[in-house]
């Protein structure tokens, strides 16, 4: 790790949310960063009329021991625009949550939660879905082959130097009526591996050396899932186009799928250029 990271947590306090604190842990202690947990209060919520001293106070006494220093922010209002404004006052390095809840009508789903900070936040934003038992050690970062997957590679394999690597395509041949299917193939292949060499070409001697490469024919989510169980991966990398959200990702609009169904981690990374 070239620096320390600057560590916005972004937790509701449910149970679930024990999982990204300890993520924010493991992070913090490994790159000798330090990290700050954010609460939004919304409207409605019963301490919202609380002071917000006495908020901060009960949350700290409920935290688990870890003998970490950790700043506790307090913030009102819509919680991805405030996680996205908080994250932008501090110049945050990495937005670290979790899954959102999913018990009430007026809760935000994960998707549309997470959308709006990655389209505003220049932070990387990593989605933590299990208990942090050890530091990542095996990504699979998805790629297009456009700048976007690009940049979230390099940005992945910063955060992380220790990390395998796989760098995943998926592609799938057009079979028509005229067309031979094994000729279909073939020429897809072909034109696929040309495409995965001109994409390494524009990395690092450094990082090209890190990676695996897998280029899988079939549907990019099925391509995906089978190199996560196959590796026994621990965490996705996904760029996304911040003009557009998740749904325009650089991936398409299988990221937000993804982003639903991924067994693991997700770490969505905004194309800032």
């Known amino acids: 790790m070239d620096h320390a990271l600057n560590i916005l947590l972004a937790s509701d306090l449910t149970a679930r949310g024990d999982r990204p604190f300890d993520r924010a842990v493991t992070l913090a202690g490994e790159t000798g960063g330090r990290f700050a947990l954010l609460h939004v209060v919304e409207p409605g919520s019963k301490i ?3 002071r917000e001293d006495e908020v901060i106070e009960a949350i700290r006494d409920d935290l688990p021991e870890t003998g970490a220093e ?5 913030g009102k209002g819509s919680a991805p625009k405030t996680i996205s404004e908080v994250a932008a006052q501090r110049d945050a390095d990495l937005i670290v949550t979790g899954p959102a809840r999913h018990n009430s009508l007026g ?6 939660a997470v959308d709006y900070v990655v389209r505003r936040a220049r932070a990387p934003v990593l989605v933590v879905k299990k208990r942090a038992h050890a530091p990542y050690r095996s990504m699979v970062v998805a790629t297009d082959f456009s700048d976007c997957s690009r940049e979230a590679l390099i940005a992945a394999a910063k955060m ?3 990390a395998e690597i796989e760098l995943v395509h998926a592609f799938h041949p057009a079979y028509g009526g005229l067309v031979d299917q094994d000729d279909a193939r073939e020429e897809a292949g072909e034109e696929t591996l040309e495409m995965m060499d001109e994409f390494l070409a524009k990395l690092p001697d450094e990082l090209r050396e890190r990676l695996e490469i897998k280029i899988g024919e079939g549907e990019l989510h099925t391509v995906i899932w089978q190199e996560i169980e196959a590796r026994a991966a621990d965490l996705l990398v996904v760029g996304t186009h911040g003009r557009s959200g998740l749904m325009q990702a ?3 609009s299988n990221a937000q799928t993804m982003l639903t169904w991924s067994p693991v981690d997700v770490l969505m990374v905004r194309q800032l250029k």
């Open 48 to 50: 919202e009329s609380a």
């Open 70 to 74: 950790i700043e506790i922010l307090i």
């Open 107 to 112: 809760d935000i789903t994960l998707g549309t």
């Open 160 to 162: 992380f130097p220790d």
């Open 250 to 252: 650089a991936i398409g």
